[in-house]
Nanobody
Framework: VQLQASGGGLVQTGGSLRLSCAAS????????IGWFRQAPGKEREGVAC????????YYADSVKGRFTMSTGSAKKTVYLQMNGLKSEDTAVYYC?????????????????????WGRGTLVTVSS
């Protein structure tokens, strides 16, 4: 299983970035894909999650209306479009894969539920 996040960078407050997560080595429909972030000195927190089991996308309250998660047509790449970026969005962003049942149980933002993680990509929002 491989997950690789990319697309991070330095952006000014109010700007936009699109992160990508390339996934391979597992049956996509069996898993939920989540975007998480971790700021220095803080715990990893869930940002967005989606999976074909429920066909819903879930967002943390802190990013609702600003971030949009989508899946590429080949279901091999997951994107996180981030608009209206704020300084508090500064963090290392990770994508992870968890067994799809997290979507039923509502635990999709619990990092311990995730079996696989990719290397993160740093997003820095400057004021």
């Amino acid at each position: 299983v491989q997950l690789q996040a990319s697309g991070g960078g330095l952006v000014q407050t109010g700007g936009s970035l699109r992160l990508s997560c390339a996934a391979s080595g597992f049956r996509f429909d069996d898993y939920a894909i989540g975007w998480f972030r971790q700021a220095p000195g803080k715990e990893r927190e869930g940002v967005a999650c989606a999976g074909s089991l429920t066909n819903n996308t879930y967002y943390a309250d802190s990013v609702k209306g600003r971030f949009t998660m989508s899946t590429g047509s080949a279901k091999k790449t997951v994107y996180l479009q981030m608009n209206g970026l704020k300084s508090e969005d500064t963090a290392v962003y990770y994508c992870g894969a968890a067994w799809a049942t997290v979507l039923w149980g509502g635990t999709y933002f619990r990092a311990s539920e995730y079996d696989f993680w990719g290397r993160g990509t740093l997003v820095t929002v400057s004021s």
